[in-house]
């Protein structure tokens, strides 16, 4: 498995063999803020994102945990920098999984692998399948994700 560090390039279609695994530069602490606000923005009103005494009392939870909207939302935006600079339109994510608990203090760090590519005759641009990974600042997996993107090549010299 090739690991590359990536901070901000071009990011065209054929920049992605499959096989290829980003490493994200960039990390992001979840703040108390992101949790609640966005999770106040959709309506999402379960205890366990809200209520302090109750998910201390959980065993299975110990603090308020942050929704997994936000999780997914943090990972992606954090891998975007390298898989999103050139795309044209979002088509779907699929496969989304929650494997641990985020709470407020985590930071997220992001790692994407290209699972397919395919050249788009009908655009003239690229279907990029990545899978996304998130860890804590423990290397502990807390989301994957498959994502497919349709992203422009690059324009030919002159």
């Known amino acids: 498995m090739s690991v590359r560090i990536r901070i901000g ?12 695994v980003l ?3 960039r990390g ?21 994102h809200f209520n302090e005494h109750a998910a201390r009392q959980d065993p299975m939870f110990r603090h ?23 795309a044209v339109r979002e ?3 699929d496969n989304i999984r929650l494997f641990a608990p ?3 203090g985590d930071t997220l760090y992001a790692y994407s692998e290209v699972l397919a590519a395919a050249l788009d005759s009908s655009t ?3 279907i990029v399948t990545f ?16 994502r497919r993107v349709l992203i422009r090549t690059r324009p030919s010299q002159p």
């Open 23 to 25: 490493r994200h530069a």
């Open 28 to 48: 992001k602490t979840i703040s108390e803020l992101d949790n609640v606000l966005i999770t106040n923005m959709v309506l999402n009103t379960a205890e366990p």
């Open 91 to 93: 088509i779907g994510m």
């Open 124 to 126: 003239g641009a690229g």
């Open 64 to 86: 308020r945990i942050v929704f997994g909207g936000v999780t997914v939302a943090m990972v992606i935006g954090l891998s975007a920098q390298d898989t999103a600079c050139n």
């Open 102 to 104: 985020v709470y407020h």
């Open 9 to 20: 390039f071009d990011g065209y279609f054929e920049d992605f063999p499959v096989g290829l």
């Open 131 to 146: 899978e996304h990974r998130g860890f804590n600042q423990d290397n502990v997996l807390v989301f994957t994700g498959e």
